[in-house]
């Protein structure tokens, strides 16, 4: 991790208002390691392209087929046979290349996928994962390559909201949907929170937006969380 992005992962801010999804597809896109193979997942994550720059020569890749896409293509940009794994057009960049869906698929199972940001229906204190399935009776599964990303990146960000429309919190000390992952998210990015975790279970609070500390503690029982300095 470079010096800048050490100094961001500890740094504590806050803010009055909860962030917008473009504001959050921001910060995750800042905080990305110049020189990194990354994997956008289906939903809120693809957003994040649109905010990384050139000069993190940041090579993006998408499970079915394509190593470095660059932001969505919007207008006479759009090529209907060129899109991400959650059916965007995207834009190619100079050195882009394509090849076949199982070789994608090696790729993330290789290890050799720097980072992935992934949607959430639950996150563990400890950081495992649930985003797959919900466990309601008769629902389809709908995993595609979320399991080979969540263990086969070397970090698994996650990229979601705080708490449902129903207001039912996303991080719990265990997780009650089904697992995609065990131990592999590192960080929670949501419009209200920044967080920090591993193994210990105890959740490092980075970033608040439009939420105190108390009430995040208040709201998420079973869970114990501390400022980073």
Known sequence: ???????????FRSTDAPLTQDE?????????????????????????????????KVTLHTENGMLG???????EQVDEDLINAG????????????????DSFAMMRGGHLDVCVLGAYQVSATGDLANWSTGKPGAI???????????????????MDLFTKKGDVKLLAECTFPLTGVGCVSRIYSDQA????????????RELHGITFEELQQAHEGVTFEKVS
């Open 1 to 11: 991790m470079s010096e800048q992005n050490a100094q961001q992962a500890q740094s």
């Open 24 to 56: 959050l597809a921001q910060v995750i896109a800042a905080d990305i390691e110049p020189g990194s193979f990354v994997n956008l997942g289906i939903g809120q994550p693809t957003t994040v392209s649109n905010y990384l720059s050139p000069e993190q």
């Open 69 to 75: 896409f660059g932001p969505q293509a919007t207008g």
């Open 87 to 102: 059916k965007i057009p995207v834009t190619e960049l100079p050195g882009s290349s394509y090849f076949h869906h199982a």
């Open 141 to 159: 599964p709908a995993v595609g390559g979320a399991m080979d990303l969540a263990i086969g990146a070397k970090d698994t960000y996650v990229m």
């Open 194 to 205: 920044v967080l920090l975790l591993d193994e210990t279970g105890v959740v490092k609070v």
